[in-house]
């Protein structure tokens, strides 16, 4: 499997600007793909971590009034 190689500067919108907030709404959306939750990019043998980073980047997960 290839790890997925994502601009930060593509992330860091869908935190207004935030590494520590990108950082947990990364981890957050990761952990809920892990349980079992449907992912909304779905690409074939990726981790959680790489579909999160694709949602994220596709606009479908962003921080809102603090929270994601």
Request: hydrophobic share 40%; charged share 35%.
């Amino acid at each position: 499997m290839k790890d997925v190689n994502i601009p930060l500067e593509n992330l860091l919108e869908a935190s207004r600007g935030s590494i520590y907030k990108l950082t947990i709404l990364a981890a957050k959306r990761a952990m809920e793909l892990t349980d079992g939750q449907k992912p909304m990019i779905e690409k074939p043998g990726e981790k959680g971590l790489d579909n999160a980073l694709r949602e994220i980047e596709a606009g479908k997960i962003v921080v809102r009034n603090g929270k994601e």
